[in-house]
């Protein structure tokens, strides 16, 4: 018995999945780049739970992480990079795909 | 993660139109005019004309009040706005208020010229490519047809006069629904700056 759709769902891409970042890149997709302070505040994160989920999006070249000072006091800019917007859009295009063809399965019968 | 949850959409939008969700941003600017209202404001504040002073009173506080959101909130650099810019918008107005308000008194219309011209600025700029602001676009409808209210014999100082409180008074509504609808998004923990 083959239950694709439900299959397709367990190789979705965790990088972009985990339900925090998906929340971070949406919010980036929509605007050129956002501080810290606003991620933080948008996702209730911790500050390490923040940092260590852009440090991730970073390693996979989702995000650009861009570290600065406004006089003293440190500002961290965070930027959709390309290849995260085009993984970020492949991800909702699997997703709804996949709940389309969920929605039409049935099992098969031996 | 917060435990509240929202659609992907409304994320996306808050991004998208951050400044525009500040909805405190606009109450100087609603105050100012609301008061312009008031049969017993004078026209003249140490030989200053009162708009002139409530616009400066409106800007000051749009910034100033921006200025407290990004200090809490953080700061988010906006796409390019893919309609007309806010700046051009307030040049444009700024050159077409005092025409309108001439033909106003000079010319005494049938219609409120001024309130008309406001009322389609806000009808236009409610209506931008990303998303129709509801509660912008129903008050500019209503000063719309507040506008004709001299073609049924009110007298045009007084219709202005209602005309400003009434504007003024939306305005702090809108605001407030904004600023409420702008707080839901964000967990009561309290963030602190990096």
């Known amino acids: ?110 | 993660m917060t435990n509240k949850s929202f659609a992907i959409d409304d994320i996306h939008d808050l991004a998208a139109n951050y400044s525009d969700r500040q909805g405190l941003r606009i109450v100087p600017m609603a105050l100012a005019v609301m008061v312009q209202g008031f049969p017993q404001i004078p026209s003249l504040i140490f030989g200053i004309d009162t708009m002139l002073v409530a616009l400066a009173v409106g800007l000051g506080g749009y910034y100033l009040i921006g200025r407290y959101y990004e200090h809490r909130f953080g700061k988010v650099e906006e796409l390019p706005y893919d309609g007309i810019p806010l700046s051009l918008q307030l040049l444009l107005i700024g050159i077409c208020i005092p025409i309108a308000l001439a033909i106003d008194i000079g010319a005494h219309p049938p219609v409120f010229v001024s309130g008309l011209l406001i009322a389609t600025w806000l009808i236009v700029t409610a209506w931008p490519s990303r998303r129709i602001r509801g509660e912008y676009l129903s008050i500019g409808l209503v000063l719309a047809l507040f506008s004709f209210s001299p073609l049924v014999g009110i007298p045009m100082p007084d219709v202005a006069r209602a005309y400003g409180f009434w504007f003024g008074a939306m305005l702090l509504l809108a605001a407030v629904r904004d600023h409420i609808a702008f707080m839901r998004f964000f967990p009561a923990l309290e963030g602190q700056r990096e």
């Open chain 1, 1 to 110: 018995m083959s239950n694709q759709p439900f299959e397709q769902l367990a190789t979705l891409d965790r990088l972009v999945h985990e339900p925090a970042r998906l929340s971070i890149l949406t919010a980036l997709s929509a605007c050129k780049s956002a501080e810290f302070l606003f991620l933080q505040r948008l996702t209730g994160l911790s500050k390490g739970n923040l940092s260590s989920h852009l440090a991730k999006l970073e390693e996979g070249g989702l995000v650009i992480i861009d570290k600065g000072f406004d006089g003293k006091i440190p500002k961290t800019k965070i930027a959709l990079s390309a290849e995260g917007r085009k993984q970020l859009e492949h991800h909702w295009n699997d997703l709804e795909r996949i709940r389309k063809e969920a929605t039409k399965w049935k099992p098969e019968k031996d």
